[in-house]
């Protein structure tokens, strides 16, 4: 174990120490009313059944950047899913949730699956406070994005949901507090934590840990309105990706060979690196029709995470057990793409291999700032069958543009030259269920 694992254990066994010191506090400051004190078990489940069919040869398909990405034609990876969750009713107003969600994701570690693992202490019917693995809670889909029966498209809006999806969840704390406001419900909630992701972006992979995870978010309910506020501050702990070796290597230079690799290597570098998101989504479900909206805009002080802003709107019409449904979404840069001065190398005077180096990490550093911009706009088309109380059938064509300056949510294989910009099809046919024993 290296030394900053050790670390990152020690203060995740600190912090749920001090969290559970302080659920003791609160219960010895709050007068309990009597309660059930018996021990009751819950478990669940849900699951998706789909294939998606690709008409690109030349991007591949990513449902989120934790899953692999799709076969070209047809798959049944992307969307498909098995879960397992089990709830416990505790004594003294405690309560606890174990959630594992098995799909084809990128990371073989058996931990990356446990999407859900904490203990929540409830000491009125406002408070309530969850220490362990929790949702991230960024997102109106936070705490049932991989319930495909939830919601009602084939899958979470790529636009907006996939890259927000890398920080699905929260090794950590949280409290909320929920008021009447009026005729309606108004939650604020503050969470506090570490997170972890394994990731896969134009056929890279890579790992990275975020610490001092803050999230608010508030969100106010009255029917058949809901309206819903996320602010999000993070800062990189550790990366493990193929920029790291261009960092080394340009801080190995001597600044009297290429003046601007120090600066350059900054601009790389991920650790100590500030990213802030912030969340705004929109409900309206009554009778017939079902609309929703969402818009979110990310920041970064890190290279490799460009300033983006995403948003969708979704409408949707009942009719009977069918509900037809269209979508527009997009993914943008805020910023134009980063250039960097080549260096003035004075060939002369150094031998060809030192020359080749100097314009081989130039030339990594160039694409390498550039290759996780996404620019694509969709338009999606689809109808939602309600087969029983507990299954669904979903049919969904999505149209895209993407900008392959800006292909981030795709795999291209490396092997593939530079393409023009792509108008993809997608088909999607998906069964979904929940069940409960």
């Known amino acids: 174990m290296n030394i900053k694992s050790y670390i990152a254990k020690v203060w995740l066994a600190r912090g749920w120490i001090l969290s559970l010191s302080l659920v003791l506090s609160l219960t010895s400051i709050h007068s309990l009313q009597a309660e059930e004190s018996e021990f009751d078990l819950t478990f669940s489940g849900f699951g998706t059944l789909g294939v998606v069919h690709n008409s690109s040869d030349a991007l591949k398909f990513h449902s989120e950047l934790t899953v692999k990405p799709a076969s070209n034609t047809y798959s049944f990876n992307a969307d498909s899913l098995i879960g397992l969750q089990l709830n416990a009713r505790l004594p003294k107003r405690f309560d606890a949730v174990a959630q594992v969600v098995i799909k084809d994701r990128i990371s073989s570690e058996a931990i990356d699956s446990l999407e859900l693992l904490f203990l929540r202490y409830r000491p009125s019917r406002n408070w309530a406070l969850r220490v362990g693995r929790t949702s991230s809670d960024l997102y109106m889909l936070s705490e049932y994005r991989n319930v495909g029966y939830a919601y009602l498209w084939a899958r979470p809006i790529t636009e907006f949901y996939e890259l927000s999806t890398s920080i699905a969840k929260i090794d950590g704390v949280d409290v909320s507090y929920v008021a009447n406001l009026g005729d309606g419900v108004w939650e604020n909630k503050l969470a506090y934590g570490r997170s972890h992701s394994v990731l896969s972006a134009n056929a890279n992979q890579f790992e990275i840990d975020l610490k001092n995870v803050v999230v608010f978010t508030s969100i106010f309910t009255q029917a058949p309105w809901l309206f819903r506020l996320a602010i ?45 998101y912030y969340a705004l989504g929109l409900q309206y479900d009554s009778d017939r029709w079902v609309v929703q909206s969402e818009f979110s805009l990310t920041e970064s002080d890190w290279g490799i995470v460009p300033p983006y802003y995403t948003g969708y709107l979704s409408v949707g019409y ?101 393409l023009q910009d792509e108008n993809i099809n997608l088909f999607s046919l998906n069964f979904s269920f929940i069940f409960s024993l």
């Open 318 to 418: 009942r009719f009977d057990n069918l509900t037809f449904y269209s979508v527009a979404s997009y993914l943008n840069n805020v910023d134009d793409p980063i250039s960097f001065k080549s260096p003035q190398v004075p060939t002369q005077l150094l031998p060809p291999e030192v020359v080749g180096q100097i314009n081989g990490l130039y030339q990594g550093s160039q694409f390498a700032v550039n290759a996780v911009r996404g620019e694509q706009r969709t338009y999606s088309l689809g109808v939602r069958w309600d087969l029983y109380p507990n299954t669904s059938l979903k049919f969904q064509w999505d149209h895209t543009k993407v900008d392959m300056a800006g292909n981030v949510l795709w795999t291209k294989p490396n092997s593939m030259p530079q």
């Open 232 to 276: 999000t501050d993070a800062e990189v702990d550790e990366v493990d990706f193929v920029t790291q070796n261009l960092v080394e290597g340009l801080r190995a230079l001597p600044p009297q060979l290429w003046p601007d690799a120090a600066s350059i290597s900054n601009v790389l570098d991920g650790p100590k690196k500030g990213i802030q």
